[in-house]
């Protein structure tokens, strides 16, 4: 697939359909072609370049995730020597002109103009059934929203463009759209494709019906509407069997790049193809080397390290801790602990650099698949918006414990541990214990920060007597959201004002 998408996007840039205008004048990105779209291939290969571009080192494969990772209470800095811009967006101490945001900023909104290109082109061709055209709309509809739904939780209001591109002059007039507004359209994409994608897809890297009705339900808990967020998650969890997931029994397995194809746990993913890269930087994953202990010699690039109060954090019984952490490595034939590590003497994070698939030497370039979803996420969303609405029963405790049963499960030795959730409990303790699983079940995976954000928990996790990571420079009134970058303001005054605070 990954190969597919960086051949398919090499040959429309050569042909210039995603050339673009100019990215230092127009931050939204390409031309829409005139006379390209033939054939449902021409559509196939601009969805391939939405899709490519999101599996980029500027997006996915080191600045995007990573922010989203530092600005969370898993991980803090191990290298201080690290350049700044990684350690203001762990300190809370980024501007306007964070070197991090103008990197994926622009590929954003090329992967949105390379998806708005797809969506004109299967409007446009002949030779489709409708149901075809449809499902060719509806994806390209849903890599447009995930793209989108990063930018608006991160950035609030934004530029929204829905549009393929035919003019790069009045580009220089837009202005932002409001966060609701574009909420809406999310919803709305989101909507169209659990109506019309196929219920399943036979590579987890393209969307299904199912991968539309998770995202919404993220989107809705996201805006504190519980019941249509339940609603959504209970779909999946309803249609499971149709959909095709289920929980991997091994939780080791969800993070192994050589079996990852094909998963059922996967909703949606994006795909990496081992040692191999694109000219954009497509196919270039760096969290390996960012965030474990790269080779033998234990010099770990320390960019995302986990503080020791997080690694103590999780119970030593939780086989979860096992996967999830490198507390000793190999080093000239024998193990030594975190203890003696080069550097930083933490246990580093395994998920990425453990079983990386065909990769470099250093964990980069790997053959990993990274879910934005897999069906545990779903569980917890239906266990967390369901107790807003009727408060702790046995359905929501049983999706919690479908969990933790598999947790049990230590590569074919069952534990005891963790335990089913105790019964009886509040709907505020049952919310703190939902938000705890979650924390722990998907540890580095890009989800602890909009859970902070969304349950508005930064004083208490950055500055609270129990926090894993303290940051003082955190700030409820700024911090939630970040500046938008200064470069695009300067160009086009029309994105004014800057976020509060910045």
Known sequence: MMKNIKILTLILLAMGIFACTDLAEDP??????????????????????????????????????????????????????????????????????????????????????????????????????????????????????????????????????????????????????????????????????????????????????GAAATMLADVYLTLGNYTEAYANAKWVIDHAAELEYALEPDYQVLFDGAQQDGQKEHIFVLDFLGLQSGGSSEGDDLLGPLTGIRNADMLGWGVAVPSMAVYNSFDDRDYRKAVSFDAEALHGGVMKPYTEFAFEKRPHIAKYTRYPGNASAERRYTDFNYAFYRYADVLLMAAEAGNELTGPNAELEGYVNQIRERARNAAGTMNSYPEDVQTGLSKDAFRTMVLEERRIELCFEMKRWWDIKRRNLGDEVFKGANSLEPQSNFNAAKSYLMALPQDELDRNPNLLPQNSGY
């Open 28 to 209: 939204v990105g390409v031309l829409a072609p005139d006379g390209f779209f033939k054939t449902e291939n021409d559509v196939e290969a601009a969805l391939y370049g939405a899709y490519g571009h999101m599996a980029s080192e500027s997006y996915w494969g080191r600045k995007l995730s990573v922010t989203i990772m530092l600005r969370s209470d898993m991980v803090d800095i191990g290298n201080p020597g690290t350049p700044a811009r990684r350690i203001e967006m762990n300190t809370f101490s980024d501007d306007a002109f964070s070197g991090m945001v103008s990197a994926f900023w622009p590929r954003a909104y090329e992967c949105i103009s390379a998806a708005n290109t797809a969506i004109y082109g299967a409007e446009i061709i002949d030779g489709v059934s409708e149901e075809e055209r449809n499902a060719l709309i509806a994806d390209g509809k849903f890599a447009r929203s995930s793209v989108y739904f990063n930018l608006v939780r991160l950035f609030g209001d934004i530029p929204y463009i829905t549009e393929a591109v035919s003019d790069p002059e009045a580009l220089k007039e837009i202005s932002k759209t409001p966060a609701a507004d574009v909420y809406a359209g999310i919803i709305e994409d989101l909507e169209y494709g659990k109506q019309y994608l196929p219920m399943t897809k036979s590579s987890r890297s393209r969307p299904s019906a």
